[in-house]
């Protein structure tokens, strides 16, 4: 069974560096292929990808945030960590992580498991 | 305003068939797989539909997902009301190298 948690502060405050732990079991990030992600979810609005790593390291963000996040694993733990810089009250939203499939096909991107997701706000 | 577009809202009453329908471009729905989450209220989004039109194990045969050019749709038939939730579609975009999503369609049983 696979699982995911997210974990973090529940607020932050404006300018600060958000840093929220993605903690998983049932699937190991060594194995070819597979990803986690961290997408969020602003109150009543659309979800948004943030970023992705791969089992082998590989980074990739999307491209309306990558100078404010940062990704990185740690496989021994099973977790993955996401940093945002310079949070903003725009920023508040549920922040889930999930997990990404090995997949054989180009554009075939998705996720299939998912974390329960945290709220982040961001106030002073 | 989200890369994929969704209508805000759909309903129907139990047993009938709804559809949701997702609009894209060329750089996303027009050159690579759809997906669909659903998601109930106060829960994380779940996978309903990948690759367009597969159904992950235990979803039941009541979801389907069709895709043709730069549109796609996900059709609920035999409507139970669990199936109200928000339903969100996906594909990735190749113009920004990441996965889009629909702006969510609120689906509610009558």
């Known amino acids: 069974q696979i699982t995911l948690k997210e974990s973090g502060p529940t607020l932050v405050e404006p300018t600060q560096t958000l840093t929220l732990t993605c903690t998983f079991s049932g699937f190991s990030l060594s194995t070819s292929g597979v990803g986690v992600g961290w997408i969020r979810q602003p109150p009543g609005k659309a979800l948004e990808w943030l970023a992705l790593?791969?089992?082998?390291?590989?980074?990739r963000y999307s491209p309306s945030l990558r100078s404010r996040l940062t990704i990185t694993k740690d496989t021994s733990k099973n977790q993955v960590v996401l940093t945002m810089t310079n949070m903003d009250p725009v920023d508040k939203a549920t922040y889930f992580c999930?997990?990404?499939?090995?997949?054989?096909?180009?554009?075939?991107?998705?996720?299939?498991?998912w974390g329960q997701g945290t709220l982040v706000t961001v106030s002073s | 305003q989200s890369v994929l577009t969704q209508p805000p809202s759909a309903s129907g009453t139990p047993g009938q068939r709804v559809t949701i329908s997702c609009s894209g471009n060329s750089s996303n729905i027009g050159n690579n797989y759809v997906y669909w989450y659903q998601q109930l209220p106060g829960a994380a989004p779940k996978l309903l539909i990948y690759r367009s039109t597969q159904r992950p194990s235990g979803v039941p045969d009541r979801f389907s997902g069709s895709q043709s050019g730069t549109s796609a749709s996900l059709a609920i038939s035999g409507l139970r009301s669990e199936d109200e939730a928000d339903y969100s579609c996906?594909?990735?975009?190749?113009?920004?190298?990441?996965?889009?999503f629909g702006g969510g369609t609120k689906l509610t049983v009558l």
């Open positions: 790593i791969y089992w082998d390291d590989d980074k």
């Open positions: 996906a594909a990735w975009d190749d113009n920004l190298s990441g996965p889009v």
């Open positions: 999930a997990r990404k499939p090995p997949v054989t096909a180009a554009g075939d991107y998705y996720f299939d498991s």
